[in-house]
């Protein structure tokens, strides 16, 4: 297998993985606005903010236009200036199919080209703008019906392990930047003063609307249902957090992810292979795993959360950049594809 087919491989499955989970945190954060007792900025900005588009977004909207809910999610729904935004992504992920139609089945091919299609038609602005719901469940149900696609219409050999290696990174990736900016604004969250909570019942109400917005980082996950199914509707800042980070049977936990990458690469680059490119990205993601693993045994710290997750999402950069220098044929890091020239 050559390094350009496996490399377009790998950002396919980035991309679509980019698009659903962009779909559902808009979704999710949409119903949050409604619902929840927070200002516009606290509900949309941590949208902008995992999607690493903040510095982009000021430069283009101003400092304030975060409070503008329409403009966030058009900004990373629909802004061909965007490169996180949904039709970017599908778009790039329709190139990279493309660019390798000899190995995607047709089945995949059709459903990466109908989502692309559609992202730039008028009937996704009109339904955009008619029905914000019915938009984000159709870029989500066609992403996630190619995903599917993938694993039963494929042969399961190496142009799979490569797909779904940029998958699993990519949600590495995600589920770890939103816990991160989502923990951080929950444990932030200004509490009443022992003056004020007797008055107004303030104190219930913070604990009310801190629950929904728990609940609101599960949904943005897809693990709503699952915990509850753990945790019989216990919901707080460790269970959530221990969740997402370390639950094995959860298919977007970290812990999960990161075992299942370090799986496919092992299928790509075997671990006794020592003559063979690779090493190095592989003993790295060992150890990535080998660390979430360690961390999943000790007691639960609420201040260390930040500091893990930081950890988690530098790793698996470095990790992803080094699969392309050793296995894609990327040039020095400075040389290298970046995500928006894939």
Request: negative net charge.
């Amino acid at each position: 297998m050559i390094s350009r087919v496996a490399d377009h491989c790998f950002w396919l499955g980035r991309y679509l993985e980019r698009t659903e989970s962009v779909a559902r945190i808009l979704a999710v954060t949409q119903n949050l606005a409604l619902d929840a007792e927070l200002s516009p900025t606290q509900c949309w900005l941590p949208v902008v903010i995992v999607a690493g588009q903040k510095a982009h977004f000021v430069d283009a909207h101003g400092e304030d236009a975060a409070a503008d809910g329409e403009l966030v999610q058009r900004y990373m729904s629909l802004d061909e200036d965007n490169a996180t935004s949904l039709r970017r992504s599908s778009s790039a992920a329709r190139w990279n199919a493309r660019s390798i139609r000899e190995v995607v089945s047709l089945e995949v091919w059709e459903t990466v080209n109908e989502l692309h299609l559609w992202m730039s038609s008028e009937a996704a602005q009109e339904e955009f703008r008619s029905s914000r719901y019915a938009f984000y469940r159709r870029a989500r149900s066609l992403t996630q019906l190619c995903l599917g696609l993938t694993q039963n219409t494929m042969l399961h050999d190496t142009p799979l392990d490569f797909i779904w290696l940029g998958v699993l990174l990519e949600r590495v990736g995600q589920t770890a930047r939103t816990l991160d900016v989502h923990h951080h604004a929950l444990t932030n969250l200004p509490r009443p003063s022992a003056d004020e909570a007797p008055q107004g019942g303030l104190e219930k109400r913070h604990r009310v609307v801190e629950t929904a917005l728990w609940l609101s980082l599960l949904r943005a996950c897809s693990g709503f249902e699952p915990f509850m199914k753990l945790n019989q509707g216990q919901v707080n800042e460790r269970a959530v957090a221990q969740f997402l980070l370390f639950e094995p049977r959860f298919p977007r936990s970290i812990r999960h992810c990161v075992h299942a990458a370090f799986a496919r690469l092992c299928e790509i680059r075997p671990p006794d292979s020592a003559t063979l490119p690779g090493g190095e990205s592989l003993t790295r993601l060992h150890l990535l795993h080998q660390w979430v693993s360690d961390r999943a045994t000790e007691p639960f710290d609420p201040l260390a959360v930040h500091a893990a997750l930081t950890h988690v999402v530098d790793e698996t950069s470095t990790i992803c950049d080094g699969i392309g220098r050793e296995l894609l044929g990327y040039g020095p890091p400075d040389s290298s594809p970046s995500a928006t020239s894939q």
